[in-house]
């Protein structure tokens, strides 16, 4: 039986090699064929640690979110269940086709979009931005092309929620996903926003893997 997790790794080095370092994205979900079992790391639930935060606030009327490499669904249907405003975008024309067949009727706004070349009203239009395991599953330069890109979206006075796999400063491995480091993760510093809230922790898998959830907020 074939390695789900080794073939996404050979499928992507495939398309780097390629010198499109991204492509594979659509491959790997236009090859499901619509069945939802076949994107094994999907949770099919909402982060907890995203609904513990957000439950905890209020969100005034019209207030905007927008969710980065959607996925399936989850994260945006909560954030709208919350009260938010939501846009959700894919890279994959075939991972937003299976959220709206999902979620038929949803009034999430399900796009399919690049995080590189969005539409330009994106930019600082969000009071929440979630951007969840996109830039850990990106190599080289489009690392830090796609956090920048990712704080570029938040508006004045809103924030980035980031949650992700996590390493130790000076671990170089290069073992897909490749997580971050705490360097890597302080690049939303870097790019104009104030630390609010940040935790190291380990998941629930068996071994545990470690993982940061961090929030940044852009000044008025």
Same mark, same amino acid.
């Given at each position: 039986?074939?390695?789900?997790k080794?073939?996404?790794?050979?499928?992507?080095? &495939? #398309?780097?090699?390629?010198?499109?370092?991204?492509?594979?994205?659509?491959?790997?979900? $236009?090859?499901?064929?619509?069945?939802?079992?076949?994107? #094994?790391?999907?949770?099919?639930?909402?982060?907890?640690?995203?609904?513990?935060?957000?439950?905890?606030?209020p969100?005034?009327?019209?207030?905007?979110?927008?969710?980065?490499?959607?996925?399936?669904?989850?994260d945006?249907? $909560?954030?709208?269940?919350?009260?938010?405003?939501?846009? $959700?975008?894919?890279?994959?024309p075939?991972?937003?086709?299976?959220?709206?067949?999902? #979620?038929?009727?949803s009034?999430?706004?399900?796009?399919?979009?690049?995080?590189?070349?969005?539409?330009?009203?994106?930019?600082?239009?969000?009071?929440?931005?979630?951007e969840?395991?996109?830039i850990?599953?990106?190599?080289?330069?489009?690392?830090?092309?796609?956090?920048?890109?990712?704080?570029?979206?938040?508006?004045?006075?809103?924030?980035?929620v980031? &949650?992700c796999?996590?390493r130790?400063?000076?671990?170089d &491995?290069?073992?897909f996903p490749?997580?971050?480091?705490?360097?890597?993760?302080?690049?939303?510093?870097?790019a104009?926003l104030?630390?609010?809230?940040?935790?190291? #922790?380990?998941?629930?898998?068996?071994?545990?893997?470690?993982?940061?959830?961090?929030?940044?907020?852009?000044?008025?």
């Amino acid at each position: 039986m074939e390695n789900p997790k080794l073939a996404t790794l050979l499928l992507a080095k &495939s #398309y780097a090699e390629k010198g499109d370092p991204d492509g594979w994205f659509e491959e790997f979900y $236009a090859r499901a064929g619509g069945e939802i079992r076949k994107i #094994y790391w999907a949770d099919l639930e909402p982060n907890p640690l995203l609904i513990d935060w957000i439950g905890r606030r209020p969100v005034p009327a019209g207030r905007r979110a927008v969710v980065v490499g959607c996925g399936l669904g989850d994260d945006a249907e $909560a954030l709208r269940e919350h009260g938010f405003d939501v846009v $959700a975008f894919d890279i994959s024309p075939s991972a937003i086709d299976m959220c709206r067949k999902r #979620y038929p009727g949803s009034p999430v706004e399900y796009v399919t979009a690049d995080l590189f070349d969005h539409p330009a009203a994106w930019r600082r239009g969000f009071d929440l931005v979630y951007e969840c395991n996109t830039i850990q599953i990106l190599t080289g330069p489009n690392r830090v092309r796609a956090l920048n890109a990712i704080a570029e979206l938040v508006a004045p006075g809103g924030e980035v929620v980031v &949650s992700c796999r996590s390493r130790e400063r000076g671990d170089d &491995s290069q073992t897909f996903p490749i997580a971050l480091d705490r360097d890597e993760i302080d690049g939303f510093v870097r790019a104009g926003l104030r630390e609010t809230h940040f935790l190291a #922790y380990d998941d629930t898998q068996d071994p545990p893997v470690p993982h940061f959830f961090a929030v940044y907020a852009r000044p008025d």
